[in-house]
């Protein structure tokens, strides 16, 4: 069993800041990318955001300069430092991990967190 666990959304003013964070726990063997997309409604899901485990790390370009994603390896865990927020920013934000499950061998397969809310007023 795995469980993504996000935390750190809430309701900000345009121009704030918020810190989502995602842990990962279970019978992890490793992780390889770590990812944060959004889902505002009535549009897709969408990309914000990953990291490898070597830390390259890739943006949308909506969010370029003012998100940025790091990750404790350590700790099995993601986060999203999001600066300068704005309305259009608003959305349900989900973590993502491609890992290895312990005992399934080389298969790395996508796991998802439940979403945590991000309102941004103006």
């Known amino acids: 069993q795995v469980q993504l666990v996000e935390s750190g959304g809430g309701l900000v003013q345009a121009g704030g800041s918020l810190r989502l964070s995602c842990a990962a726990s279970?019978?992890?063997?490793?992780?390889?990318?770590m990812s944060w997309y959004r889902q505002a409604p009535g549009k897709e899901r969408e990309l914000v955001a990953h990291?490898?485990?070597?830390?390259?790390?890739n943006y949308a370009d909506s969010v370029k300069g003012r998100f940025t994603i790091s990750r404790d390896n350590a700790k099995n865990t993601v986060y999203l430092q999001m600066n300068s927020l704005k309305p259009e920013d608003t959305a349900l934000y989900y973590c993502?991990?491609?890992?290895?499950?312990?005992?399934?061998?080389?298969?790395?397969?996508?796991?998802w967190g439940q979403g945590t809310q991000v309102t941004v007023s103006s």
């Open positions: 993502n991990a491609n890992l290895r499950r312990t005992g399934y061998g080389p298969y790395a397969a996508d796991y």
């Open positions: 279970g019978s992890i063997f490793s992780i390889n990318t």
């Open positions: 990291i490898t485990r070597g830390g390259i790390t």
